[in-house]
């Protein structure tokens, strides 16, 4: 069955350096999503994005963060100056159609501390 | 208010027991669907479960099985038949149609299941 594939599955990082996490989703999917989890708590949207642009963002996406499909497979989320509070899950997922009946494909998610 | 609601933080159920886990959600679409997602300690989000808004009949996934109650706008996971390997957090989840392409997903805040055996 087709995966979203997510990497690292794990990255610790300094406060204040720049951070890229890889995903790769589905081959013939369009429609790509970064969400975070931070410990304990729910999974938060940051960014939806579209025919090579970003469609949605939440309040949480700011000038920090960026998301780029730089080769047609690759989506990656670059975190320009990571701060302690950047620690959490995040989550990459993609989906074929707009329609409700289609559910997101979750990559298995990178874990980042930033110490 | 909030998309999705799930009032419980934390179930325990006796192994080879059955378990419901409750979830209501908000929208005002008529064409919408819901999901349940297992996220064990290992952090990966894994999809059991869906029922699209038309949908007559509860669906059924293996041990996993859905009471949809369309009118009280309530989906909750039924698990049957326990197992240890069920320990896990659990969120319902709902996609609402939009005209654009940006986030349609809401997660609600997870039921943590412990099995005991």
């Known amino acids: 069955e087709p995966e979203v594939t997510q990497t690292p599955s794990h990255q610790v990082t300094q406060m204040g350096q720049e951070v890229i996490l890889r995903c790769v989703p589905i081959s013939n999917h369009l429609y790509f999503y970064w969400y975070r989890q931070i410990l304990g708590q729910k999974v938060e949207f940051l960014v939806s994005?579209?025919?090579?642009?970003?469609?949605?963002k939440s309040e949480i996406f700011d000038d920090q963060f960026s998301v780029e499909r730089p080769d047609g497979s690759n989506f990656t989320l670059k975190i320009r100056s990571t701060k302690l509070e950047d620690s959490a899950m995040y989550f990459c997922?993609?989906?074929?159609?707009?329609?409700?009946?289609?559910?997101?494909?979750f990559g298995s998610g990178t874990r980042l501390t930033v110490v | 208010a909030q998309k999705i609601t799930q009032t419980q933080p934390g179930m325990f159920v006796q192994e080879k027991e059955a378990v419901t886990l409750d979830c209501t959600y908000d929208?005002?679409?008529?064409?919408?669907?819901l999901f349940w997602y297992k996220q064990p300690s290992s952090g990966e989000m894994i999809f059991l479960i869906y029922q699209g808004s038309y949908d007559q009949q509860n669906a059924t996934e293996g041990r996993y099985s859905l009471n949809f109650q369309k009118a009280r706008k309530s989906a909750n996971l039924v698990i049957s038949a326990s197992q240890l390997g069920d320990s896990a957090m659990y969120f319902c989840?709902?996609?609402?149609?939009?005209?654009?392409?940006?986030?349609?997903?809401?997660f609600g805040t997870g039921t943590s299941l412990t099995v005991i055996p």
């Open positions: 989840a709902m996609r609402e149609p939009t005209t654009n392409t940006g986030n349609q997903f809401y």
């Open positions: 994005f579209y025919n090579n642009e970003i469609s949605e």
């Open positions: 929208t005002s679409d008529p064409s919408y669907g």
């Open positions: 997922a993609s989906t074929k159609q707009e329609q409700s009946n289609y559910g997101y494909t």
